[in-house]
């Protein structure tokens, strides 16, 4: 069963829909007011902005983000299961938001500068605790004693862009990401 979105969730969700075809810069409030099929004055009843929009979509991802590894990293779990934890994450928010993840890799350059400082901010904290993870990971003998910078890379880069992939191939679902990914990410491919 379906939950109704309110119209705020709507309106974004139809934006990021927008913004992850055409960029964010390209994309006007007259494009979203006919996507939704209102007058773009009555949009206006539900947001202030296109801005307002960007900063929803993506300040309300990338908090997900942080309060979760924060989560993840003060558990007393091992550190693989706290891999398999991020993992799953980036897995959840992507299928969960594959428009608006697109925003966030594409467009946070366009926040206001408040906003935009503040979504820095957790983009470093976020990454900052991923390398705590791995690094005590490595230490404790858990991670084979490889570079850890070249590993949060590899990482952070195959799970911030999932949503490339994600609902673009025949069979390639949520199933199959929970059931490869961590293995592929973790265990290598030799």
């Given at each position: 069963?379906?939950?109704?979105?309110?119209?705020?969730?709507?309106?974004?969700?139809?934006?990021?829909?927008?913004?992850?075809?055409?960029?964010y810069?390209?994309?006007?409030?007259?494009?979203?007011?006919?996507?939704l099929d209102?007058?773009?004055?009555?949009?206006?009843?539900?947001?202030s902005?296109?801005?307002?929009?960007l900063?929803?979509?993506?300040i309300?991802?990338?908090?997900?983000?942080?309060?979760?590894i924060?989560?993840i990293?003060d558990?007393?779990?091992?550190?693989?299961?706290?891999l398999q934890?991020?993992?799953?994450?980036?897995?959840?928010?992507?299928?969960?938001?594959?428009?608006?993840?697109a925003?966030?890799?594409?467009?946070?350059?366009h926040?206001?500068?408040?906003d935009?400082?503040?979504?820095?901010?957790?983009?470093?904290?976020?990454?900052?605790?991923?390398?705590?993870i791995?690094?005590?990971?490595?230490?404790?003998?858990?991670?084979k004693?490889?570079?850890?910078?070249?590993?949060?890379?590899?990482?952070l880069?195959?799970?911030r862009?999932?949503?490339?992939?994600y609902?673009?191939k025949?069979?390639?679902t949520?199933?199959?990401?929970?059931?490869?990914?961590?293995?592929i990410?973790?265990?290598?491919?030799?």
């Amino acid at each position: 069963m379906s939950v109704k979105l309110d119209r705020k969730s709507e309106i974004v969700a139809i934006a990021s829909k927008l913004f992850r075809e055409k960029g964010y810069s390209a994309v006007t409030v007259r494009d979203i007011a006919q996507a939704l099929d209102i007058k773009a004055a009555s949009l206006y009843n539900h947001i202030s902005s296109k801005q307002e929009i960007l900063r929803l979509m993506i300040i309300n991802i990338a908090e997900n983000y942080t309060n979760t590894i924060s989560e993840i990293l003060d558990s007393s779990e091992n550190t693989v299961f706290k891999l398999q934890k991020v993992i799953q994450l980036h897995i959840d928010i992507t299928v969960d938001n594959p428009d608006a993840m697109a925003s966030l890799n594409n467009d946070w350059m366009h926040l206001q500068e408040d906003d935009l400082k503040y979504f820095l901010k957790m983009r470093d904290e976020y990454e900052q605790k991923f390398r705590i993870i791995v690094k005590n990971g490595i230490e404790t003998g858990e991670l084979k004693n490889h570079n850890s910078e070249v590993l949060i890379f590899s990482m952070l880069s195959t799970l911030r862009t999932l949503y490339l992939w994600y609902g673009r191939k025949n069979g390639f679902t949520k199933k199959t990401l929970q059931d490869h990914l961590a293995l592929i990410l973790l265990n290598g491919i030799i």
